[in-house]
């Protein structure tokens, strides 16, 4: 079946439309339960990071906008997180806000809770 589906893929016009019927062939006559199981867990993966991405935005934003505040409850959520640093990183994303400059510590935030997350998991 894969090699059938890696062959299509190399397959230009009508030999790929031939392909094609063929896989669909193929897919009629087996089970298809475990691949529509793959497919529910790539979907479901792309929809967990999307909301975790939306999570740490969020942090990010909570962050910069409450300062020092709001580092306990990140420590909370990521004990493995390194005070200093997000106070710095925050600090400094406050004075590129205020100043107007591009927000190179507002997306060094958010890598960096993305890499906390990261070595949570």
Known sequence: MRAAIELAQKIKKEGRRRQLQLIGKMLRARDVEPIQTALDKLKN????????????????????E??????????????????QQLRALVRNAQK????????????????????????AE
């Open 45 to 64: 993966r792309h929809n967990q990071q999307v909301s975790l991405f939306h999570k740490l935005e969020a942090l990010r934003d909570r962050l910069v």
């Open 66 to 83: 409450e300062g020092d505040d709001a580092i306990p409850s990140i420590l909370a959520l990521y004990p493995e997180a390194d005070r």
């Open 96 to 119: 590129e806000k205020a100043t107007n400059k591009p927000p190179k510590a507002y997306r060094q935030i958010f890598q960096y809770l993305r890499d906390l997350a990261e070595t």
